[in-house]
């Protein structure tokens, strides 16, 4: 498996495999701002939107590839606020149904935190649907739960869920 970190131009070649990623993740559950079914439109315009958020300071994006494959990818959003310069917004971990289990996710979880280390940002914040998988993965790499906040998500059936904002200070 390979980490990569993705830019503005090369991100254009790769939105259709990223576009079939999102579907997936949003397909099987994945509380990442999307309800099912997504269409080939709205995923194709959710990463044109991620290519222009490319051209700024403020984004990062990586993929992890598997034989020329797309197999997962995260983002961090880098704060731009002056009293916000040492911190960052993890975002959007996806890692596709078929590769789960593999160890993708703490691979790009490892590789994001070093990207956030080399743009100076010592804060790194997240938040996820409490009791996913995600909250065990994003403890035990030491992430801290701050808190939860009621009712925050809608799934696909229609019911809230609880959202857990979490947080790591890097070099602890």
Same mark, same amino acid.
């Given at each position: 498996m390979?980490?990569?970190?993705i830019n #503005?131009?090369? /991100?254009?070649? @790769?939105i259709p495999k @990223?576009?079939? @990623? =999102? &579907?997936?993740?949003?397909a099987s559950?994945?509380? /990442?701002?999307?309800?099912?079914p997504?269409? +080939?439109?709205? %995923?194709?315009?959710?990463?044109?939107?991620v290519?222009? %958020?490319l051209? !700024?300071?403020?984004?990062i994006?990586l993929?992890?590839?598997v034989e &020329? &494959?797309i197999?997962g !990818?995260v &983002?961090?959003?880098l704060?731009s606020?002056p009293?916000?310069s040492?911190?960052?917004e993890? *975002?959007?971990? *996806?890692?596709?149904?078929s590769m789960?289990g593999?160890g993708?996710?703490? #691979?790009?979880?490892k %590789?994001?935190? #070093?990207?956030a280390?080399?743009?100076?940002r010592?804060? @790194? /914040? =997240?938040d996820?649907?409490e009791g996913?998988p995600?909250e065990?993965l994003y403890?035990?790499l030491?992430?801290?739960r701050a808190?939860? /906040?009621p009712?925050?998500?809608r799934?696909?059936d229609g019911n809230?869920h #609880?959202?857990?904002?979490m947080?790591?200070?890097l070099? +602890?």
């Amino acid at each position: 498996m390979k980490v990569q970190r993705i830019n #503005s131009e090369s /991100i254009l070649k @790769l939105i259709p495999k @990223l576009a079939a @990623l =999102l &579907q997936d993740s949003v397909a099987s559950g994945a509380s /990442i701002g999307f309800l099912p079914p997504l269409t +080939d439109e709205e %995923a194709d315009n959710y990463w044109h939107g991620v290519a222009e %958020a490319l051209k !700024t300071p403020h984004r990062i994006l990586l993929v992890a590839e598997v034989e &020329q &494959q797309i197999v997962g !990818t995260v &983002q961090l959003a880098l704060e731009s606020r002056p009293n916000g310069s040492h911190r960052a917004e993890i *975002m959007k971990l *996806m890692v596709h149904t078929s590769m789960r289990g593999n160890g993708i996710a703490h #691979s790009l979880m490892k %590789a994001v935190e #070093s990207e956030a280390s080399r743009a100076g940002r010592s804060t @790194l /914040i =997240l938040d996820t649907r409490e009791g996913d998988p995600s909250e065990h993965l994003y403890s035990k790499l030491g992430y801290t739960r701050a808190g939860a /906040i009621p009712e925050y998500a809608r799934s696909a059936d229609g019911n809230l869920h #609880s959202t857990v904002v979490m947080y790591k200070l890097l070099g +602890d």
